[in-house]
Structures are given as C-alpha cells and as structure tokens.
C-alpha cells in the first residue's frame, strides 16, 4: 500500500455538507491518501508520515469535478453550425445527423484517439469523473462500438440509440423505436451502465413523451439505470416522465413549469436534475433558473454535455462561471452541484466529496479560494491531481 500525503493546501474545500453552506471548508489541513482512497484527514502539523509527499504550495485543493453529462465519442466538426446559430439560426436537434455520418466514418483508432484528447482536456479542467454517451451510431453496430469504446475511459457508459432517429429511418420512426427497444438494446446493454433518451417533443428529430416511455422501460427491464435529456428546446413531457419512473437525472430543465419543479422538489431523493448551461451559453438560448430550482429543494447537479453540436467545451469551471452568472446559484451551490451532485447524479458515494472512504479524486485550483472559479472565467487555474489514479473513473 502506498500512502501520499498532500499538504500545503491553502484552502480546503471537502463539499462533504458541513458548515453552513455544505461546502465543509478548512484551513491548514492536510490529506493522505492510500491506493487512491482517502483515510486520514486532519491539522498539516499533525500529519504522519507517508511514502510521498504532494505539496500544493498553497494552493486551493475541492473534489474532482464529477462531469455526469458528455457525448465525447463523436468524430467531425459542427463550428459552421455554431456560427450560424450566433447569426440567429434556432438549434433543433438537426445538426446530430451530420455527426452521425462524420462518426460512421471514423475507424476504431480514430475515435479513440479523439475520445482520449477530450478526456485529458477535461482532466486539465479539474474533472476526474466522467460519464460519456453513445448517440452519434445509431444503428446496432455504432451504438456498440460507440460504447465500447467509451468503456475504455468510464465505467459511466450511457446507452443513447434514442438520441434522434437517423436520417435512414426518418419515415419509419416507429421501426427505430422498435429497434433501439429490441436488438440495439440487447447488443448495446452488455457495454453500458445507463440508458438516456432526447425526449423533446419540440424538436422533430427527437422522441415523443410515449416513445421516450417504451425506450426507457425497454432498458429499465434490460437491467440500465435510467436518465433523461428533458425539457431543453420548451416546455415537455421529459421531467415528469424521468421523476415517474425514477431515473437518476433528468438534464437540461431548461424549461420548467411549477408543475415540473414541484415534482422534482418531491423526487429529490432519487432524481437529480442536471443543468447543462455550455448549452444556452452555445445555443443562445434562455438559460434554465437555478435559483428557482434551489429554493425549491430540488437536487441539483452541473455538467458539461461536452458535444460537437449544443457545447463544445468540456471545462467545468466554465460550466460554474455560467452558473453563478446566469443561472442564480451561489458560488458554493454551483461548486457542490459540479461535485458531489454529479456523483448524486450518476448515483456514486464514493465520489464528489473529500471524506474518509471516498475516492482521493482532488482537483487543485491555482488561487487562494474556490470563489475563483466563478470569478476568474476562462483562466486555466485547475487540474486534476488523483494519486494512484489507475485511470480510475
Ligand atoms: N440534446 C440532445 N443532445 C445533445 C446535443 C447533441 C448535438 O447537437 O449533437 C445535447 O444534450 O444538447
Ligand atoms: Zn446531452
């Protein structure tokens, strides 16, 4: 067993629910960490002795950013895409078919090669879990392929055949849903640990309340744990439905009626809603009310959704900068939500916290406090720092 011992850490920041705003700071700590599990945490004068040291020189040290929203495997470039949307053209899930096409063409080197980029640049943004979707296949091959290759970099694979129906399909939408909730499923359920489905009426590419339904319960009864892309593009049926049948998290909520925020205040305990704001910040579009959503009890988790189309950055403290300036949390509740309630969302205790027993996933931030994730956007002040990671996720 091999014990590291990180001190002269600045400001401690556990987000393990202590203190009056749940982020559990301390001064003048230090950690030790044995095979990557955190089991001492104390006083730095009072530290024993360990087999290495890491000195954080000051330096503010928070949990690793849990990302539990990514689409990283995908192939080709949709900026042009992006450029006219800042021209005023409305994103409506069309885009997806052009990645399609781009990722069928890319070999298994190719891809993998592209996934690996993606994930070192989220670990040089403090993220040291990620969870990363299929959807860009969607044919039974594709969608495998596209998992297993995710299973090469996360445990946290999400089985996404119902992003939107593929192009070939377009006039036999029922026949894909029908081949998402039968043969895809049974080849793809072997390489995944979640099922997620674009349930948005609003879009024409994407699924339909009763669609979204057969989907889900389709991989419920295959043995996947279920999430939600729900409520981005207007109102939807996608809340209600993720909080009806218990899904892990139900992301985007972007537009919520009382009706919606009061059932997810009462699933609290099981459903996290995950807000995605790359996605407006990249979209134009309003921004969901956090605010809201936190006066109301609801679970909140902040994540990524790093994808070619709605966000193409993958950077937390972006992610937390835009949640604290656009969507009304605090600094502390957009740290814990890019935290420990990404871990809530992908239903992990062993992550997202600084605690005894939990994974010793740290992320270091090159200021004096965690405020400057928000108030300092865009300055490249986080890194991952997980000793004896073996690339764990
Ligand atoms: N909304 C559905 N899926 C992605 C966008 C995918 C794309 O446009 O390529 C999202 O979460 O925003
Ligand atoms: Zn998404």
Redesign the pocket.
């Known amino acids: 067993m091999t014990a590291t011992l990180i001190t002269g850490i600045g400001q401690l920041v556990t987000c393990d629910g202590s203190g009056p705003d749940g982020l559990g700071l301390r001064d003048d700590q230090a950690v030790i960490a044995s095979d990557g599990v955190i089991n001492w945490i104390g006083p730095a004068a009072a530290a024993p002795a360990a087999d290495t040291m890491i000195d954080c020189a000051g330096r503010t040290v928070i949990p690793g950013f849990v990302d539990s929203?990514t689409?990283l495997v995908f192939a080709g470039d949709?900026s042009a895409e992006f450029t006219a949307r800042m021209a005023g053209k409305p994103?409506d899930?069309g885009?997806?078919g052009t990645?399609v096409a781009a990722t069928r063409s890319a070999d298994d080197d190719q891809l993998r090669s592209l996934i690996a980029g993606r994930v070192a640049a989220a670990r040089a943004q403090g993220t040291t879990t990620l969870e990363i979707k299929s959807?860009?296949g969607l044919t039974v091959e594709e969608e495998v392929r596209a998992l297993r290759l995710a299973g090469e970099f996360t445990t946290e694979t999400t089985f996404l055949g119902g992003?939107v129906v593929p192009a070939e399909l377009a006039a036999d939408r029922a026949g894909y849903v029908d081949l998402v909730c039968g043969p895809m499923l049974t080849a793809a359920a072997p390489y995944a640990r979640w099922i997620d489905v674009?349930c948005?009426p609003n879009s024409p590419h994407?699924f339909t309340a009763e669609e979204s339904r057969m989907i889900l319960t389709a991989g419920a009864a295959a043995g996947l744990e279920l999430r939600v892309?729900g409520n981005?593009l207007g109102p939807g049926p996608g809340v209600r439905l993720a909080v009806e049948l218990g899904a892990a998290s139900v992301?985007?909520c972007t537009h919520l009626t009382d009706a919606d925020v009061d059932a997810l205040a009462g699933a609290a305990d099981t459903t996290v809603a995950t807000l995605?704001p790359g996605?407006e910040f990249a979209t134009r579009s309003p921004y969901p009310d956090g605010a809201r959503l936190a006066a109301a009890g609801v679970s909140i988790a902040l994540a990524s959704?790093c994808?070619?189309?709605?966000?193409h950055s993958s950077s937390m403290p972006f992610m937390i900068a835009l949640a604290v300036r656009e969507l009304g949390l605090t600094p502390a509740q957009a740290l814990l939500a890019a935290t420990v309630g990404g871990a809530r969302a992908l239903r992990r205790t062993d992550i997202g916290a600084i605690a005894i027993g939990r994974r010793a996933d740290l992320a270091v931030i090159d200021t004096p406090s965690y405020l400057h994730l928000a108030y300092s956007p865009g300055m490249a002040l986080t890194m991952a720092l997980d000793p004896d990671s073996r690339e764990r996720q």
Not at 307 to 311: D, K, Y
Request: glycine share 16%; net charge negative; with cysteine.
């Open positions: 929203h689409h949709r994103y899930g885009g997806i990645t959807g860009y992003h674009f948005e994407a892309h981005q992301d985007h995605l996605v959704d994808n070619p189309g709605t966000c």
